[in-house]
Structures are given as structure tokens and as C-alpha cells.
């Protein structure tokens, strides 16, 4: 299958800091990808959907401000968490589709936040 | 909105026999359902999906069955080995918005 790489694996902050994920397709070109949460021993929970040049659309009860999400190319997006509660530490988890009718996503490895 | 529902939450199976986990989905309109295996700390990795034009699919030990009628897919693993123990998720999405409604996950054990 198609590479995700997802960048950091881990990460500690302090209160009130933001902090930067990365997410990039290695192989191929991602039209739409998605950012995931997932608390431990949970399922993924959808946050929002980001089209290459467009702005994402979040679901339901998903800070825009506090979780900004930048897809500025086909093969590079963004999760910044701004202004980190110790209730934001989780695992965060983007998947990328490629161009095409066919919805194979594929996931990156993922970032276990803590924030301190 | 789409809903999935999964079971067993937990499946705990002698090497060699097969497991079988179950979901259903609530919107007709979904018309793809991949499956996951998720390790420890890791993201999860597609392990075979199906579209609703397909009622099975196969690909050596793991088969995907799918009712459209009924609305649910399941999932079969053949001669289960140890490594197969993970946590495995469902998912629904329609091609309209491409989005991945998951399942809430099976934790699959293979007892040597």
C-alpha cells in the first residue's frame, strides 16, 4: 500500500504552547486527508477533512481555532494545536486519499500528544 | 448520519481456529468498507476492504463478506496465528464525502 508519514511519533508540551503535526504522502499525491483522534483503548474519531488548497471542514464539536489544519500541497498537511490543555493529550492520527474514485485511505503512524 | 456498530468488543480464539467479527452500518448510501488492523501505538494499516457492488472478497486468510440488504460486513480470519492479535476496526464511508465512519474496535487475542 501507499506510504503516510506522520511526524512527530511523540510529543510532550507545556500548558498554553502549540504544537505542530505533520502529515505527508510519500508516494503519491493526497487530494483529501483526514485528521483523526483516538483516546486510548477508543475508536477514531473523526475531526475534520482537508482538500489541498481549500479550507477543512470540521465535524461537529471541533474547535476550528484551537485544532488549525493547513493542506497547503498534494502531499503535506497540517495539525497545529494552539494553546495546549493537558485534556488535548491523546493520539492523533491523519490518513490520506489519493486522486481517483477508489476511497482507499491510508494511515500515518500516528502522534501521541501529552501535554503537561 | 452514518452509524457503525461492532462486536465482539473483545475475541479471544486458539491458534488455528478462525475469528469472526461483525458490523452494521445505518446508511444505505455507504458503499465501501475497509478493514484495519491496529497494533499497539501504531496507526492503522488497511488489511482488505470491499465495495457494495461485491459480495466477498478474499485474499489468502482474511475474507470480507457484505448484505447490503441486511447492512452489515464481517470480517473472517482463517488459521489464526499469534500475530494477528490486534485491534481490529470497521468502517463505512459513500463516495459523496470520502469520510471513514469507524467502528468501535474488536480486540482480537490468539492464544498459542
Known amino acids: 500500500g501507499a506510504v503516510v508519514s506522520q511526524h512527530p511519533s511523540r510529543v510532550i508540551c507545556k500548558s498554553g504552547t502549540s504544537v505542530k503535526i505533520e502529515c505527508r504522502s510519500l508516494?503519491?499525491?493526497?487530494?483529501?486527508m483526514f485528521w483523526y483522534r483516538q483516546f486510548p483503548k477508543q475508536s477514531l474519531m473523526l475531526m475534520a477533512t482537508?482538500?489541498?488548497?481549500?479550507?477543512?471542514?470540521?465535524e461537529q464539536g471541533v474547535e476550528k481555532d484551537k485544532f488549525l489544519i493547513n493542506h497547503a500541497s498534494l502531499t503535506l498537511s497540517t495539525l497545529t494545536v494552539t494553546s495546549a490543555h493537558p485534556e488535548d493529550s491523546s493520539f492523533y492520527i491523519c490518513?490520506?486519499?489519493?486522486?481517483?474514485?477508489?476511497?482507499?485511505?491510508?494511515f500515518g503512524q500516528g502522534t501521541r500528544l501529552t501535554v503537561v | 448520519g452514518e452509524n457503525v456498530e461492532q462486536h465482539p468488543s473483545t475475541l479471544s480464539v486458539q491458534e488455528g481456529d478462525s475469528a469472526v467479527i461483525k458490523c452494521t452500518y445505518s446508511?444505505?448510501?455507504?458503499?465501501?468498507f475497509p478493514w484495519y488492523k491496529q497494533e499497539l501505538g501504531k496507526g492503522p494499516q488497511l488489511i482488505i476492504d470491499?465495495?457494495?457492488?461485491?459480495g466477498e472478497k478474499k485474499d489468502q486468510r482474511i475474507a470480507v463478506t457484505l448484505n447490503k440488504t441486511a447492512k452489515h460486513f464481517s470480517l473472517h480470519i482463517t488459521e489464526t496465528q499469534p500475530e494477528d492479535s490486534a485491534v481490529y476496526f470497521c468502517?463505512?464511508?459513500?463516495?459523496?464525502?470520502?469520510?471513514?465512519?469507524f467502528g468501535s474496535g474488536t480486540r482480537l487475542l490468539v492464544r498459542p
Open positions: 490518513s490520506a486519499r489519493g486522486q481517483g474514485a477508489y476511497p482507499v485511505a491510508f
Open positions: 508516494d503519491f499525491q493526497a487530494t483529501t
Open positions: 482537508s482538500n489541498e488548497g481549500s479550507k477543512a471542514t470540521y
Open positions: 446508511d444505505s448510501a455507504s458503499n465501501y
Open positions: 470491499i465495495r457494495s457492488n461485491v
Open positions: 468502517a463505512a464511508s459513500m463516495d459523496s464525502s470520502y469520510k471513514l465512519i
